[in-house]
């Protein structure tokens, strides 16, 4: 294929890029200044030396545009609320005092103030805070940031190209402050906002730059008439102002679905529009538009938040259609490369023949470069690079890693029956308390123990091999030891063995599931100074043999009480590691449910009578779009109940989710045909049990009576007042008793006095009850 060259050259640009540098140095330096160690000047020195490292990279690749404004020292939301003047009350004198330390305050909180509350960017595992808006906010216009990290590229040669969070976006990310009427809603601000973006621009223009991207990521996930007519108001103001910067506005994450045409018809200079996976819907809508005339384009084609190859020549040919629907058509990545590792080739771990498949920011923004220099000079240009990206993709979707014939034809004989356990939960239920032999209000906990410095030694000496398998293995089996003492004493009716081995869940299954890699130095940004190394879900999921029954079988071995196996779910398992873009996300949870369906039948062959199969994730892997909702649940719950029934009648399957809100997937959690269910609720005190009750939910729930956030002991009293409470909702058979989470980043001193007191409580209640 050869693609004609545009009438203007298609230039590469990227929307934002990976903040920490190669060796985390922005981490390192940030904590160090929390702990007094680093200066302020260092660590803005490290800061800069970071964001010219980035953009003299960027430039390399031949990326023409390179982002500014996009780092942060904490998260870019909160450098918004900076920089409209947002600060909260409560935070305001210390950010007066102090405007770096005030911004570290809003953000981890202090001794007495505390923190913006942070929650997920979109459907991805970054955190922004929150930022927090009242019928009195005044916003007021600080570009400081913007302007000097602008003028510091402009310095070095470069074109800039500020990135900021848009009005609209901004506003429907916001909470309403504590004590804001009600009926506030954080948008009714928008026409006190734009006059603060309008000086922003205007600061931004006069300090020199041509074009300013304002990000309305929130546009994309289906908005009322009146959030639209928002959108149009805030892009006919800004567009329309006098002196300004040509204006891009940049959605991802999504097809912009009932927004396009409203942008497109703002008086705005260019759109970026994702064109990756089912954002691809994109490219039909635009032209049933009209497409952009007069405008640019910018065409989100290679995936900005998984790490494989792009397939240049799918790219291109995308591009190719697209140059007919706009005045000038640029090529990106579909979001911000912050949610990718920095640089594939750092992983010498990985089988070449692998890590030829990889793309991470560094392999995606040269991939750019190659797409724009094949659009604009036509494909005999990058004639190399495109067979060098043919033979990977090959090599990818020809190799026995991505096409496991034993997991295929396993996964093509899954009938719907796998997916169901008979009896029904009302059948089932009574066999199990028999069989288990529980009193009523039965006592447990999440699965994990505190992680103590001895446990993280014992790994860190395993490493160093300081020690062998068998003395791991044996510091490991003490803990438990100890754990199940603890439980037998305080008298927990269904014990765990308290995680010891694991320190990251998804980690620890994924080390152990062939068709899966581990990184060295994968590391993404969570929130803040917070990194995690997602594992790379390459191929074709099974499991070669058994991961965690030893444990459960020692633990059960030294209690004559039920030991509750432990086991995190296909969804979660998906959500917390780059997934394979070469198959639906539904035909992979299948192949993880199976590998984990082996785990809870060999558990259960062991022995096992109670196993818990984790789900944290399963709310918030909702696609962004209402309309996309049911047919995720559908394979979710299907993934779930897939691992979860292969075992006898009297076997009770239990799961656990972290939240609170679950009142959009109620219908689907009892879909999951779990037997009992333990939910966070002790902060809410107890609102997810007449939640549940509301919904009419049939099955065993575990409220959670102990906020395991925070290292206060809950007294017996308070615990007992929480169960009266869950019992005026849920009947005293279907009740459990419960902290909200694991404990694994608890002490024991806490730990201790907290579960005593959980188990006194149920003690009191059960006794109240007996007498009643
Ligand atoms: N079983 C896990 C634990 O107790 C559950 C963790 C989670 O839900 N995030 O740590
Ligand atoms: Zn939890």
Redesign the pocket.
Known sequence: MTTKSATAAARATVYGHPRQGRNRELKKATEGYWKGRVSADALQATAAGLRRATWLCLADAGIHEVPTGDFSLYDHVLDTTVMVGAVPERHRSAFEADALDGYFAMARGTQDVAPLEMTKWFDTNYHYLVPELGPDTVFGADSRKQVAELREALALGLTPRPVLVGPVTYLLLAKAAPGAPAGFEPLDLLGGLLPVYAEVLADLRAAGAEWVQLDEPALVQGRTPAELDAAARAYGTLGGLADRPRLLVASYFERLGEALPVLAKAPVDGLALDFTGPAAANLEALAAVGGLPGKRLVAGVVDGRNIWVNDLEKSLATLGTLLGLADRVDVSASCSLLHVPLDATAEKDIDPGIARWLAFARQKTVELGILAKGLSHGTDAIAGELAANRAALASRAGSPLTHDPAVRSRTAAVTAADARRSPSYAERAAGQRAHLGLPLLPTTT?GSFPQTAELRTARADLRAGRIDADGYEERIRAEIREVIAFQEKTGLDVLVHGEPERSDMVQYFAEQLSGYLATRHGWVQSYGTRYVRPPILAGDISRPKPMTVRWTSYAQSLAAKPVKGMLTGPVTMLAWSFVRDDQPLADTARQLALALRDEVNDLEAAGTGVIQV?E?ALRETLPLRTADHAAYLTWATEAFRLTTSGVRPDTQIHT???YAEFGDIVRAIDDLDADVISL?AARSHMQVARELAAHGYPREAGPGVWDIHSPRVPDAAEIAVLLRTGLGAIPPGRLWVNP???LKTRGWPETRASLENLVAAARTVRAELDAS
């Open positions: 999440i984790d944290p656990h989710m972290c966070e909200d989470c694991g």
